[in-house]
């Protein structure tokens, strides 16, 4: 199982722009990586998946480089609703394990 | 896009009592599905992967004669507490694969106190 290192906490501004790194060192050729953002006391929501270089959709970016070895998670301009915990995972098929994931404080 | 339905909510029951949770896909069939625990400030913890008309397999440290899965169809499998304890409050949240999307759903989970 790939084990996933990201930075346990991040604080932000509004209206900034938010990168979280994901490290991912040794993902295998058939997983995929995929961002879930979690509210308190709700189940985590899908933000964004990709393989490799960039994916894009209407919330956020997802950075991959060619070694696919980390990721990055790109918020534009968060508000205060965005703030939450992102969990990185690498999935294989069924096999994938949350890390802490980083929470993300976005101030006023 | 895929949606799985997690119920009940909230459940506050008794020492001693069984709770069954209920979780399913509404729009797609899932012959897997895994149950998590969260405890406060913690990341989600797997406790058993849920197969249509197979047992359940758990993972270590997880009684199988505590928390019972059921996965009787290709859209429901539930989750029941039995004698619960205080110890056992926590927040439990399903997942199912969809292979229409190639990811993983989840439930909005559900907050379980024993009192």
């Known amino acids: 199982l790939a084990k996933t290192t990201q930075p346990i906490s991040m604080d932000s501004y509004e209206g900034q722009e938010v990168n979280i790194t994901c490290s991912h060192n040794?993902?295998?050729?058939?997983?995929?990586i995929t961002w879930y953002q979690q509210f308190p006391s709700q189940g985590p929501r899908f933000i964004i998946q990709?393989?490799?270089t960039k994916v894009t959709n209407e919330v956020a970016s997802l950075f991959i480089p060619a070694d696919r070895k980390s990721s990055t998670l790109s918020l534009p301009r968060v508000s205060l609703s965005d703030t939450a915990v992102y969990y990185c995972?690498?999935?294989?098929?069924?096999?994938?394990?949350f890390g802490p994931g980083t929470r993300l404080s976005v101030l006023p | 896009g895929a949606v799985v339905s997690q119920h009940p909510s909230r459940v506050i029951c008794k020492s001693g009592t069984s709770v069954k949770i209920e979780c399913r896909s509404l729009?797609?069939?899932?012959?897997?599905m895994f149950w998590y625990r969260q405890f406060p400030k913690q990341s989600l913890m797997l406790m058993a992967t849920?197969?249509?008309?197979?047992?359940?397999?758990?993972e270590q440290g997880v009684e199988k004669d505590k928390f019972l899965i059921n996965h009787a169809s290709l859209t429901l499998s539930t989750l029941t507490v039995t004698s619960a304890h205080p110890e056992d409050s926590s927040f439990y949240i399903c997942?199912?694969?969809?292979?229409?999307?190639?990811?993983?759903?989840f439930g909005s989970g559900t907050r379980l106190t024993v009192v």
């Open positions: 997942s199912a694969y969809s292979s229409g999307w190639n990811g993983y759903t």
């Open positions: 040794n993902i295998a050729t058939n997983d995929y």
């Open positions: 990709g393989y490799k």
């Open positions: 995972l690498v999935v294989g098929g069924q096999n994938f394990v």
């Open positions: 729009d797609f069939q899932a012959t897997t």
């Open positions: 849920s197969n249509e008309g197979s047992k359940a397999t758990y």
